[in-house]
């Protein structure tokens, strides 16, 4: 039972358009939202988190959007660029338990 | 400041065999994660410690996976006897305590069981 569903395993853009990337959960009691990238050979690396109390939070070129009422949220990245190409991972904690739970990613191919 | 470091990056073993995998978290990080990642998933949490105590070992197969993390800092993570689908990818992650902080992941260790 996949409480963090991404759907779309991979999405190619076209360099310096926009990237969106989609993410569902289906647990009420998560109240904070991370996502990760992923580079071959690394470890995730954290990239930006909201808070369920939030509906948006943007860092630079990265914003990221939570629908509550849909369980959804979805990350924005604009202009895309080659260094965007990655693995991204959204993943949702809960505050009862402090657990952090991923989804199976979404592989972002950036063209040139 | 380093960030999670984690050891070896890679190991091979024949199945049967046992293997260990050490994690020392980033300074300060009261809580650290054990994941698992299979290819084409994601990360799949094993084990979460809060100090020194376990407090999520749910999805720890217990007859042959062990975990401890003495004095609340290092851990490490150990299988005994390895299987061939243990071969993954083991990943630590350590942050601070509360839910609304992030967890910093080391750069894993790749297990093949041959």
């Known amino acids: 039972d996949q409480q963090v569903k991404q759907n779309s395993p991979s999405l190619s853009v076209q360099e310096g358009r926009i990237s969106i990337l989609n993410c569902d959960y289906t647990?009420?009691?998560?109240?904070?939202f991370l996502w990760y990238k992923k580079y071959p050979a690394e470890g995730p690396t954290f990239l930006i988190s909201?808070?369920?109390?939030?509906d948006k939070n943007e860092d630079g070129r990265f914003t990221v959007f939570l629908n509550k009422s849909a369980k959804h949220l979805s990350l924005h990245i604009v202009p895309s660029q080659p260094g965007d190409s990655a693995v991204y991972f959204c993943?949702?904690?809960?505050?009862?338990?402090?657990?952090?739970?991923f989804g199976k990613g979404t592989r972002l191919h950036i063209l040139p | 400041e380093a960030g999670v470091v984690q050891s070896p990056r890679y190991k091979i073993i024949e199945k049967k065999q046992p293997v260990a995998f050490w994690c020392n978290p980033i300074?300060?990080?009261?809580?650290l994660y054990w994941y698992r990642q299979n290819l084409g998933q994601g990360p799949e949490l094993l084990i979460r410690?809060?100090?020194?105590?376990?407090?999520?070992d749910s999805q720890l197969p217990k007859d042959r996976f062990s975990a401890e993390r003495l004095k609340g800092v290092d851990s490490t993570l150990k299988i005994q006897p390895a299987e061939l689908g243990d071969s993954a990818v083991y990943l630590c992650?350590?942050?601070?305590?509360?839910?609304?902080?992030?967890?910093?992941f080391g750069q894993g260790t790749r297990l093949t069981v041959v």
């Open positions: 647990n009420s009691m998560f109240d904070y």
């Open positions: 993943a949702a904690r809960s505050n009862r338990d402090d657990k952090i739970i």
């Open positions: 992650a350590s942050s601070l305590p509360g839910g609304h902080t992030e967890a910093f």
């Open positions: 300074s300060g990080h009261n809580t």
């Open positions: 410690y809060e100090n020194e105590e376990a407090v999520d």
């Open positions: 909201i808070s369920s109390i939030k």
